[in-house]
Nanobody, 121 residues
Framework: VQLQASGGGLVQAGGSLRLSCKVS????????MNWFRQAPGKEREFVAG????????RYADSVKGRFTISRDGALYTVYLQMNDLRPEDTAVYYC???????????????WGQGTLVTVSS
């Protein structure tokens, strides 16, 4: 599977952004699509995941109530709607596929290139 992330940018605190991840070459092993982020000097962390067929969603506690993951099966695209952004959300955001539920980079199958989100205070 190939993943192409886009949509990052500079936004003020309290603002919103929507990230997109275009999926191609989906296989039967890519049951989940996930968003991760990596802030400078920190490890890459799980943000949200969605089961491709059923649409079941999971979120990190730090983004619950502010971020929403969704997918458009017809367009083979996964989205991350980010509202009420905070400076601590500043990071490079990555999409990744997995065969099962994951909460860390362990188990990720394929990665897209990152897209930078910068939230100014």
């Amino acid at each position: 599977v190939q993943l192409q992330a886009s949509g990052g940018g500079l936004v003020q605190a309290g603002g919103s952004l929507r990230l997109s991840c275009k999926v191609s070459g989906l296989t039967t092993s890519d049951n989940f699509m996930n968003w991760f982020r990596q802030a400078p000097g920190k490890e890459r962390e799980f943000v949200a995941g969605i089961k491709w067929r059923e649409g079941t969603k999971r979120y990190a506690d730090s983004v619950k109530g502010r971020f929403t993951i969704s997918r458009d099966g017809a367009l083979y695209t996964v989205y991350l709607q980010m509202n009420d952004l905070r400076p601590e959300d500043t990071a490079v955001y990555y999409c990744a596929s997995s065969s099962g539920v994951i909460a860390s980079t362990v188990g990720a199958r394929s990665w897209g290139q990152g897209t930078l989100v910068t939230v100014s205070s």
